[in-house]
């Protein structure tokens, strides 16, 4: 969650950050053909299925069916209930790497319990019917974040299968700040698990306990985007406060710094240490001073855009704008393009004719398709 700047603090920034590592700034027109899909209220992620139609998470707790051919729009009934609210509701899908032959779907989303609400992942079977829609069944929730808060913040949970078949999940840490350093909680972690929910065997902390064992990275505040580049190494990028968006390269083990560490402010103003003050924590790639609020990424494959290959496509939600990344041979990140789009960018994926399809945050947000000029 991102609150609005003192104007004294908002121009500092804006001359501080000519000087931060991944701040030249292009603002260019905009370098595709964007075809409405469908429009949703407040679309959060989408997936695609074999057949090519898409699965669409809607933050109140909807999961829609889209025909993209059709421009048509169904429902899938069988959805838990979310804990609608702040940012929590109906959060990630995404397909089992097997979906073709088990239908099996995964769902991340916030749900209520004592103490307040928190994160959790489900996995169910999928139905399609004749109609246009469909329904989950025997669903069940395989991981949960370990504590739960008041606020309905931070709460992340995108989901990515690895190729090796492990699910991977961005756990936020739902405005606690402190337990993204404890290795007794999954709270702002980047966690490795089976296809089941179980602790992937080989993860970095397998031997030191149960919550301990799911961990392969910690420090992380919100991290709402995840992707695998050609190397098959894994890249996030996660909300920072007042300042300090990062775009980081996940290494098995490494602390990312938050909260000891950051390149932003408290939104009280209190300062907090440089990553430069901490060696022994993992730098980020690149980062926003100020923010733009990332909401999702990609790292672009395809070859539509073929000077896009292997860039990080971020979707900005205070920024209203998809922003490009160049990662260099060192790995480091620099800002080549802030690509205006007038609304707040939620979710974002190419598709396998690398086409990038991204949806707008809020009510009457809309599924584009992205197709260069």
């Not at 899908?93 to 992942?121: C, K, M, Q, R, T």
């Not at 920072?240 to 990312?256: H, R, S, T, V």
């Not at 800002?335 to 009510?363: C, L, N, S, T």
Request: charged share 20%.
């Amino acid at each position: 969650m991102h609150i609005g700047l003192s104007v004294t603090y908002a121009l500092a920034l804006v001359a501080g950050a000519l000087a931060g590592p991944s701040q030249e700034l292009h603002t260019r027109q905009q370098p595709w053909k964007a075809t409405a899909i469908t429009t949703h209220t407040e679309g959060w992620a989408f997936a695609f299925l074999p057949d090519d139609r898409i699965l669409v998470t809607e933050r109140r707790g909807n999961l829609r069916l889209v025909d993209p051919t059709a421009k048509t729009m169904g429902s899938i009934t069988g959805v838990p209930t979310v804990a609608y609210g702040g940012q929590g509701g109906l959060h990630d899908v995404a397909l089992h790497p097997d979906y073709a032959n088990n239908s099996i779907v995964y769902i991340s989303y916030a749900e209520s319990g004592s103490g307040g609400a928190g994160g959790a992942v489900a996995r169910a079977k999928l139905t399609l019917n004749t109609n246009g829609g469909g329904a989950l069944s025997e669903l069940e929730v395989i991981w949960r974040h370990s504590q739960r808060a008041q606020g309905g913040l931070q709460f992340a949970c995108r989901l990515l299968f690895g190729p090796d078949g492990a699910l991977w999940v961005s756990s936020g840490e739902i405005n606690q700040m402190t337990p993204a350093q404890s290795m007794t909680s999954n709270l702002g972690k980047v966690v490795r698990l089976y296809d089941n929910g179980t602790s992937y065997a080989g993860n970095p902390f397998a031997d030191q306990g149960e919550v301990q064992s799911q961990i392969w990275s910690l420090g992380h505040r919100n991290p709402l985007g995840i992707d695998w580049d050609a190397e098959g190494r894994l890249w996030e990028v996660e909300m920072g406060p007042m300042g300090g968006d990062e775009l980081n390269l996940i290494q098995e083990g490494a602390n990312y710094g938050w909260p000891v560490v950051c390149e932003g402010r408290h939104y009280d103003g209190r300062t907090i240490p440089k990553h430069s003050t901490r060696p022994d924590i993992e730098p980020p790639k690149a980062f926003w001073v100020p923010v733009i609020s990332p909401a999702g990424m990609i790292i672009y494959k395809g070859s539509l855009f073929p000077d896009w290959t292997g860039n990080a496509i971020i979707t900005g939600l205070s920024s209203q704008s998809i922003v490009r990344v160049t990662i260099d041979a060192n790995d480091s990140g620099k800002e080549a393009q802030r690509i205006a789009m007038g609304r707040r960018m939620r979710g974002i994926r190419e598709d396998k004719d690398g086409a990038i399809w991204v949806i707008e945050d809020g009510p009457g947000g809309r599924l584009l398709k992205l197709t260069p000029n």
